[in-house]
Nanobody
Framework: QVQLVESGGGLVQAGGSLRLSCAAS????????MGWFRQAPGKERTFVAAIRWSGGNTYYADSVKGRFTISRDNAKNTVYLQMNSLKPEDSAVYYCAADPMGPPVVVGGYRHWGQGTQVTVSS
């Protein structure tokens, strides 16, 4: 049974940084896409970043390119989202997702989801 547990959210001032972690367990994720999505109150869940576990191909939403970096640690079975130069509009619940097939940049491409972690950026 796939389990994804996010951590690292919190309150930060605009311009600051946070690193989110997603601890994955329950199977081998070597062929999986691992994604980060976010959902603000009253809005749809949207793509942020994704990585192919094997090979390390990465994908980013235009709104976070140059500011966010997705990476994975094979030994720890953990995916990270380093978020720099944070803006108030980055405030949302951030979700980790996993799927062997994708596509990696849409909500429908993932069958496994974590519970989410709140990120709040104050102006």
């Amino acid at each position: 049974q796939v389990q994804l547990v996010e951590s690292g959210g919190g309150l930060v001032q605009a311009g600051g940084s946070l690193r989110l972690s997603c601890a994955a367990s329950g199977r081998s994720f070597s062929s999986y896409f691992m994604g980060w999505f976010r959902q603000a109150p009253g809005k749809e869940r949207t793509f942020v970043a994704a990585i192919r576990w094997s090979g390390g191909n990465t994908y980013y939403a235009d709104s976070v390119k140059g500011r966010f970096t997705i990476s994975r640690d094979n030994a720890k079975n953990t995916v990270y989202l380093q978020m720099n130069s944070l803006k108030p509009e980055d405030s949302a619940v951030y979700y980790c997702a996993a799927d062997p097939m994708g596509p990696p940049v849409v909500v429908g491409g993932y069958r496994h989801w974590g519970q989410g972690t709140q990120v709040t950026v104050s102006s």
